[in-house]
C-alpha cells in the first residue's frame, strides 16, 4: 500500500513517512494538499482540547486527485469541515455543523490535512478561482469564520463596535467587519500587530483603554478569561457579545456584568466558505500579514514553535 507523509498526533506530534494513504468512502474524493496553515485551534489540539487522535490540520488548500465528480477531478478547492451523519435532524436542515455525530476535519474523528492527502465529501469542496492564489486560499477557512460573525448578527454602518484581541483571526474579523461601515475599534495589547490593523480600524493598546459600556456589538477573539471579562465591562447595556474562541483550559470569571447589562451572547463558529471565497475573488480581504513561514512537515518542531503575527505554513 502506498504510504505518505504527515503530522500523526497521539498526546504528542509525530512525523511519520509510513501513513497509509486515505481511501475515499462512497461521496469522497482524494485530494492532494499543497498549503495547509497551522491554526491556534492546533495549539489546543496539542495541548490536549477535545482529546484528539489523528492527523491534524484542518485549514488547507489541495487539489482532487480522485472524484466521480468530473467538476471536481484535477481542481483546486478548499473545504468545508464538518462532516455530518446525513442522517439527523440537523442533517436534514442542512446544518451538518450542528450534527451530533459529526466528523471534524483534523479535529474530530477525521484525519487532517496536515498530510499529503485527505479525503472529504464531495459536497464539502469548494472550487478556488483562478484569481486567488494558494496563499489566500489556505485562509478561506477562517475568512469564513470570520463571516460567521455578520451571517448571525446584523452589524450596521451606525453601531460601535470592538473586537478584542490581535490575532489571526481577530485581523479577519475586523476587515470582514470594516466592509460594514461601522465604527470599528480594534482592542488588543500586541502593538505590532495593531499597527497593522490601523489601516482597517482604530485601534487601542489594552493600556490605553478610557470608558466602558461603549460598544454596541463586541466579538471577543482574544481566548483567555481577561478578555471575556473585558466583554462584560466595554459592552453597553442590551450589546450582543460574540464569543469566536474556545478555550482548551476552561475560563474562570464571573459573568454578573453580562446578567446586570442583559447582554445578548452569541457563541460563532465556522461559516459560509462561498462567500470567503468571493471576498478573496476580488481582493476585499488581505491576509498578507497572516502569512507566517513555510515548513516542510519534518520540520514541525520549528513550525509550531516559532512565533510569528500570522500562521506557519506546511508545504507538501
Ligand atoms: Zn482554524
Ligand atoms: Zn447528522
Redesign the pocket.
Known sequence: MLSIRGLYFDQSVHYREDLPIPQPASGEALVRVKLAAICQTDMELIRGYKNYQGILGHEFVGVVEESSNPELAGRRVVGEINI?????????KEV?NH????RVLGILNKDGAFAEYITLPEENLHLVPDQVTDEEAVFAEPLAAALEVTNQVHICPADQVAILGDGKLSYLTTQVLALTGCALTVIGKHRVNLEQLQEYAQVLHLDELNGFSCYDKLVECTGNDQGLRLAGKLIKPRGTIILKSTYAGGAKFNPSDWVVKEVNLVGSRCGPLDGALRLLENKLIQVHPLLGKRYTPDDYLFAFSMETPGSNLFSF
Do not use: F, I, T
Not at 455530518?84 to 436534514?92: D, N, P
Not at 450534527?99 to 459529526?102: D, H, Q
Open positions: 455530518g451523519c446525513g442522517q439527523c435532524s440537523w442533517c436534514k451538518p450534527c451530533p455525530y459529526r
